[in-house]
Nanobody
């Protein structure tokens, strides 16, 4: 079991920035690739970003390329999502998730463990 707790969400104006954190506990954090997903009301959960176990490889959905940066600190069992130039369409509940696959996975059903989410609201 891996327990995940997100934090760092909030209300921000268009063009602002937020840094989300996800603290992990339980099994060895470095054994899992980590992903960020988001879900807006009435919409499906969508992939945002992924980082490999070592942190060397990252991958982003087109919606966040150039604006979002995913990183991790394996010594502190934490993964981050730095979000800059935020837009109203970024408003959603943001989740972090852990995945045991070693290849690129963006489908939510492939992720093994999930946090409860942190709300991000971007006002226009």
């Amino acid at each position: 079991q891996v327990q995940l707790v997100e934090s760092g969400g909030g209300l921000v104006q268009t063009g602002g920035s937020l840094r989300l954190s996800c603290a992990a506990s339980g099994r060895t954090f470095s054994n899992y690739a980590m992903g960020w997903f988001r879900q807006a009301p009435g919409k499906e959960r969508e992939f945002v970003a992924r980082i490999s176990r070592s942190g060397v490889t990252t991958y982003y959905a087109d919606s966040g390329k150039g604006r979002f940066t995913i990183s991790r600190d394996n010594a502190k069992n934490t993964v981050f999502l730095q979000m800059n130039s935020l837009k109203p369409e970024d408003t959603a509940l943001y989740y972090c998730a852990a995945n045991r696959d070693t290849w690129l996975v963006t489908t939510p059903t492939r992720y093994d463990y999930w946090g409860q989410g942190t709300q991000v609201t971007v006002s226009s």
